[in-house]
């Protein structure tokens, strides 16, 4: 079985660049200030695992953090 | 006004790693060579110039500034010819405010900025681009800077602040005092800052008999944690901001797009052909030609990248120099128009990252998108001379265009 893939916003690190939501909608959501956190517990549904790493390469502040569990 | 205020000339540049000078026609002309030669002697580079400022070459480095709010402050954001005291802890919050003011000050200003927000935004923006556009697209010869671009920005922040888009004119011609001509002349930069805080304050004292919903009512009700209202003077900082930052920022990154655009047609064709690719298309636009260089005021000793850097001097953030760092970009002195890792900093990094980036984001796709959906032939005039605004915020204040395949 294929490994599942979680995502995380460190909200310590996040800025609100918003280029998760932009690139990734169905893993992101925003706050009322724009800032982000994962959507649900994280989880990455299958077929979505390509926009959970091009999420995480596209965060200026390094903030996102894609798990293999 | 006095003899006293007039400008200084600067001498010409013969040592830009010793003597660099942003303020100078060859860098206002073709910087990219020059921050090359810079990062290549030093990740940190200095200049007498200016009371003294250096200038961060690689993206690391200008991480590291970016993030360090302890040795590097915001309250001076313009490298200039002049450090006047300053007077005000409000002169344009948040951008040039430090921790803990900065938090609060910048949570204030989010909520109206939020992607879902400019959503709302977006049909106005859509209205303002195909108006312009229908103004010039039956002729050959078009000033795209003139008659497109410039006006943009600045009617879809008037139309948020609730001013009237038809004084467009007049905010544009403040910050070009602000922006450019304060940069040497003092004089012209507070006569500006005199003239929109008489405008503001009309427009300030009709809200206080006759609330709208638009952005200046917002900052007047707005409350503090104590559920205080802003001080005047912290309201009045905040509008300045949205509408200096808000303009020629956004102006100069949709220009500069349809400047690459318009030499570049296997671009052009591709975005013509795949609409879809226009918003990973507006990310590498911004990479490749950022207009926006911040600054910070050394406060404290500390190191960069290893360099020794000292108080008393200023720092030029330069965003778009480290856009362009091959450590960080591969092919970074290229357009790839479909790069899809793009960590660029055109909006900045860590706390002072731009509160308007969703609204400039929004306005380059939609201008970009009328632009090439009603204009999908179009190059440089030859006979035409492109030109560059000088200073903090780069991007073409002249853009001569021939429109249609004619010729």
Known sequence: MAERLKVRVDPDKCQGHARCKALAPELFELDEYGNAHAAGDGTVPPGLEDKAWLAKSNCPEIAIDVIEE | ?407
């Not at chain 2, 001076?76 to 802890?89: A, G, H, L, N």
Request: proline share 9%.
């Open chain 2, 1 to 407: 006004m006095s003899d006293v205020d007039q400008p200084v000339a600067h001498p010409p540049v013969t040592d830009w790693v010793h003597d660099f000078d942003h303020t100078d026609p060859q860098w206002t002309e073709d910087p990219f060579p020059i921050w090359d030669e810079l990062r290549a002697a030093s990740p940190v580079v200095h200049t007498k110039r200016f009371l003294g400022c250096y200038l961060p070459t690689t993206y690391e480095a200008v991480r590291e500034i970016a993030n360090d709010t302890e040795h590097f402050s915001s309250r001076r954001i313009i490298v200039r010819d002049v450090r006047p005291e300053i007077t005000s802890k409000n002169a344009a919050p948040p951008i040039t405010s430090d921790p803990p003011e900065h938090k609060p000050a910048k949570q204030l200003l989010l909520p109206p900025f939020t992607p879902d927000a400019m959503k709302k935004l977006e049909p106005r923006v859509r209205a303002i681009c195909n108006e312009l556009i229908d103004d010039f697209i039956a002729e050959q010869r078009v000033d795209a800077a003139a008659r497109y671009t410039k006006h943009i920005p600045v009617r879809a922040i008037a139309h948020m602040l609730g001013i009237p888009e038809s004084d467009s004119d007049l905010f544009i011609n403040w910050i070009h005092m602000i922006l450019e001509l304060g940069i040497r002349d003092e004089s012209k930069l507070l006569q500006a800052v005199q003239e929109m805080t008489a405008y503001f304050g009309g427009h300030i004292e009709a809200r206080k008999s006759k609330p709208s919903d638009d952005l200046i009512s917002y900052l007047m009700n707005a409350r503090d944690k104590n559920g205080n209202p802003l001080e005047d003077t912290h309201v009045m900082g905040s509008l300045r901001l949205l509408l200096i930052a808000g303009i020629d920022t956004t102006w100069s990154a949709i220009g500069s797009s349809l400047w690459h655009l318009a030499k570049t047609p296997a671009d052009r064709e591709r975005l013509i052909a795949e609409p879809g690719l226009i918003p990973t298309a507006v990310e590498e636009l911004l990479r490749a030609y950022s207009p926006v260089t911040m600054a910070r005021e050394v406060v404290k000793e500390t190191t960069v990248s290893g360099c020794p850097v000292k108080p008393g001097n200023m720092v030029l953030l330069s965003f778009p120099a480290a856009n362009r760092d091959p450590k960080m970009f591969p092919d970074a002195d290229k357009v790839v128009i479909d790069r899809r890792e793009n960590r660029h900093a055109a909006f900045g990094l860590g706390i002072h990252r731009c509160v308007g980036s969703n609204l400039a984001r929004m306005e380059m796709q939609v201008a970009l998108e009328e632009w090439l959906k009603r204009i999908p032939d179009f190059r440089l005039d030859p006979a035409g001379t492109v030109t560059w605004s000088q200073g903090t915020v780069r991007g073409p204040r002249q853009l001569p265009f021939l429109l249609g395949e004619a010729m």
